[in-house]
């Protein structure tokens, strides 16, 4: 295991002035971890779900489901941050797990597509939505690059300053969520629910093909609470508050999802849903007319916003990570002294996220890591069964004694773990068999990195030999 100093401190202190500082509580941990799901889709989604399943009770069931598979990862990355605390999150467990290689692959894909193009993608709906509501003459691509740069500056500035920026992003989306259901809810006069009937049709494969297809979309809009754990070295007391703030978050999330899918569906009613592109901005024209629609696209870019400070602020620690571990450009990991930041490595992040959005292919890349995607979370999976198995080897060999990691063992293992690992193994192999293409993309993407791994090792032995016939004297 690779040993960092500063990653293993849990008082908070300052260190040497060369690591980064824990300066994160509960609430800040928490914030981004809502902050990593809550992006634009579940503004969206409800209407494709609406076509692939046409009653309340399947609607409801696949964002209910949805939720527990999130609930259920959740306890999986709870456990995994208690065990190893450190820079990087899921990079460092699947380093410890398997091979310094599937941690690089890894980092790798999150780089070069998985987090730039999501970021590309939500800045693009920001501008899109900013240039409806103003009448701005800016263009999409100008505006997405100017938020993402203003983000990248703020989280250059310092950890606490940057998440200060997503508490408050975070809350105001809360809150904006929190109107729509108070408004489908409370001011809407439609009638109740009719929840009969239950299916649509008998149930049969056509039924379960198109439950499975309604789940995708939902599966991905309930992700992105991993990215959290890549700040696990600035989390204060991160054995207790990273699981903590990794589950209250998810279940907050989960929550609100099943809100709002419950308003979409009472409010619009099946058939309409599923023909509203924009379903939040539907439930509220029709609760508060044109003004409530203005009110939730303004959500919806602040929402926008939000994401990207998440992502901006979280995806750069996995970077730091890898070139602590010689694995990237080595000057990532320098650290202003008084902000304390991968500053190097949030500007490249930006820099990238900036190029693929004036590209304006963050759509098609985007398509392309859908199935890699889910296997690093299968393989995030697996890994907690390795350690595991690791510390009941140790403890039974008389290695080791009563262990912390033991303290922090989530309820539920090994059927929730094995849930979770089925439905990205499914969801993987799903995205194989409808969009093969695009998977093989995603994956040639990933196989590159083998070779660049293979690089960076050559070129750390070649240094080492360097450093070693400096200090040996010729004989």
């Known amino acids: 295991m690779r040993k960092n100093d500063e ?29 990593g799901i809550v992006a634009t889709g579940i503004f969206v989604v409800p209407q494709l779900v609406a076509q692939q399943v046409h009653t309340p009770v399947l609607i409801f069931g696949v964002w209910l489901l949805g939720g527990l598979v999130a609930l259920c990862g959740s306890l999986i990355y709870a456990e995994l941050s208690a065990r190893y605390p450190e820079v990087g999150g899921q990079y460092a467990y699947l380093r410890e797990a398997y091979h310094p290689i599937v941690a690089f692959l890894f980092g790798w894909s999150l780089f070069l597509v998985i987090e730039a193009g999501a970021i590309a993608s939500v800045a693009t709906i920001f501008g899109r939505y900013f240039i409806n509501l103003t009448g701005a003459s800016f263009g999409e691509a100008a505006l997405s690059g100017i938020a993402i740069a203003v983000l990248t500056i703020v989280n250059c500035l310092g950890v606490r300053g940057g998440s200060m920026l997503q508490n408050v992003l975070m809350v105001s989306k809360i809150l904006v969520i929190s109107l729509l259901i108070g408004g489908g809810l409370i001011l809407n006069p439609t009638r109740p629910l009719n929840w009969m009937p239950i299916f649509e049709s008998p149930i049969s494969g056509h039924l379960l093909k198109a439950g499975a297809a ?16 890549f700040v696990s070295g600035e989390v204060r007391d991160p054995r207790r508050n990273m699981p903590l703030a990794t589950v209250l978050g998810v279940a907050g999330v989960v929550v609100l999802y099943c809100l709002v899918t419950l308003v979409d569906v009472r409010v619009l009613g099946v058939a309409q849903l599923s023909k509203t592109s924009a379903p939040a901005s539907a439930v509220m024209r029709v609760v508060l007319g044109e003004k409530g629609a203005a009110i939730i696209a303004v959500g919806i870019m602040i ?7 998440q992502a901006t602020l979280t995806a750069p620690r996995v970077y730091y990570a890898m070139a602590q571990d010689g694995l990237f450009f080595k000057s990532l990991v320098w650290l202003p002294r008084k902000t304390r930041v991968p500053v190097l490595a949030i500007l490249l992040q930006g820099a990238c996220s900036i190029v693929i959005a004036f590209s304006g292919r963050y759509d098609q890349i985007l398509n392309y890591v859908m199935s890699v995607e889910f296997v690093f979370l299968f393989l995030t999976g697996v890994s907690l069964f390795i350690f595991r198995g690791r510390t009941a080897m140790a403890a039974r060999e008389g290695v080791i004694g009563p262990t ?5 063992e ?12 089925t439905v990205c193994g499914l969801s993987a192999l799903n995205m194989f068999y409808t969009n093969l293409i695009n998977s093989l993309i995603g994956w040639g993407i990933v196989l590159v990195g083998i070779p660049v791994y293979f690089l960076w090792q050559w070129r750390n032995s070649r240094v080492q ?10 004989s």
């Open 7 to 35: 990653v293993r401190r849990e008082d908070g202190s300052a260190g040497s002035g060369t690591e980064l500082a824990r300066r994160l509580g509960l609430f800040d941990a928490t914030m981004l971890v809502m902050g």
């Open 214 to 229: 309604a789940m995708v979309p939902v599966l991905f809009t309930y992700s992105g609470w991993p990215s959290a754990g």
């Open 303 to 309: 929402s926008a916003l939000g994401y990207i400070s």
């Open 404 to 408: 912390p990691e033991a303290a922090y």
């Open 410 to 421: 989530m309820p539920g293992h090994p059927l929730t773990t094995l849930f979770f690992m």
């Open 465 to 474: 030999e360097s450093a070693l016939r400096k200090v040996t004297p010729s």
